[in-house]
């Protein structure tokens, strides 16, 4: 998978669990309404979508929308580990 599909599908992921418009790469998870539950929904989702299996700790509330599409794309290898 390419990288710009990987991000697609995270940011997907992120406004669909979180129920927002705009996830700005610079966001934090926080900002944006995310806790735990939140995180543990969105980890579920690209596992199911991508295969990819994170740890929880991978999507905490001070996470960057952008930091955590370079950890998935390190975990699909399409990007930065």
Excluded: I
Aim: net charge negative; charged share 20%; glycine share 14%.
């Amino acid at each position: 998978m390419e990288n710009g599909n990987t991000h697609d599908v995270v940011v997907t992921a992120l406004r669909t669990v979180l129920g927002v418009d705009e996830t700005p790469d610079g966001t934090t998870f926080g900002a944006l309404g995310g806790d735990s539950m939140r995180a543990v929904r969105v980890l579920s989702r690209l596992w199911r979508e991508l295969g990819v299996e994170l740890p929880v700790d991978s999507l905490t509330k001070d996470t960057t929308v952008a930091g955590f599409v370079d950890v998935v794309s390190g975990h699909t290898g399409t990007g930065p580990a």
